[in-house]
């Protein structure tokens, strides 16, 4: 059982990039989150789905863009990549009735 | 107000000490407050967790003290060890699919 499972681990993007952050959970779990981490700020909520289908913006949704079309996968896709992206991306899910997250390991982010 | 406010940013605790580690809120509609503990390179990991009509919870040496009137909540870590080393973020879930996180602690326990 992989949980959730987040690639890549570690990537750099120049300015005006983009790139996709994968997120797969095996957990058939139908709650399903992006945050990003900056130091002393602690975790922010970009994106969140409620099931397949169904997405909402977080607290900073700006400059990203997610989907998802099936349970498992909710990718997360950054476009024209800017300095402030700079941050640790954690995925996370959460089974209906549970009160619990699962969070991914994370995929550290650095825009030159 | 949706908000978590998180204190301190930092702690240094002796082996043995009790950590604690503070928060508040002002929003009465949070419903559910989990403590997450997050070790370097990890993602964080559900520790422990209160609901608002339970004024204490303890598992093991980590304690969970909530006073509603005052809107705060508190984590306590009886007798710490070097291996509780890590950051700590206190959650609220304001009756809703998601949680409203607070800035997280780096808790440092000497040997």
């Known amino acids: 059982n992989a949980g959730v499972t987040q690639t890549p681990k570690f990537r750099i993007l120049k300015i005006g990039q983009s790139m996709t952050l994968q997120c797969t959970q095996d957990?058939?779990?139908?709650?399903m989150y992006w945050y990003r981490q900056d130091p002393g700020m602690g975790l922010k909520l970009i994106y969140y789905?409620?099931?397949?289908?169904?997405?909402d913006k977080g607290e900073v949704p700006n400059g990203y863009n997610v989907s998802r079309s099936t349970t498992e996968d909710f990718p997360l896709r950054l476009e024209l990549a800017a300095p402030s992206q700079t941050s640790v991306y954690f995925c996370?899910?959460?089974?209906?009735?549970?009160?619990?997250?699962?969070f991914g390991s994370g995929t550290r982010l650095t825009v030159v | 107000q949706q908000q978590v406010k998180q204190s301190p940013q930092s702690l240094i605790v002796q082996k043995g000490g009790i950590s604690i580690i503070n928060c508040a809120y002002e929003?009465?509609?949070?419903?559910?407050f989990p403590w997450y503990q997050q070790f370097p390179g990890k993602g964080p990991a559900l520790l422990i967790a209160i609901r608002p009509d339970v004024s204490e919870k303890k598992e093991g040496r980590f304690t969970i003290s909530f006073n509603k009137s005052a809107k705060q909540f508190s984590l306590h870590i009886m007798d710490s060890q070097p291996g509780d080393s890590a950051t700590y973020f206190c959650?609220?879930?304001?009756?809703?699919?998601?949680?409203?996180f607070g800035t997280g602690t780096r808790l440092k326990v000497l040997a």
């Open positions: 996370a899910s959460r089974e209906e009735g549970s009160r619990g997250y699962t």
């Open positions: 959650a609220a879930r304001p009756g809703t699919y998601k949680y409203i």
């Open positions: 929003n009465t509609a949070f419903d559910y």
């Open positions: 957990m058939n779990h139908n709650y």
């Open positions: 789905s409620v099931g397949a289908g169904i997405t």
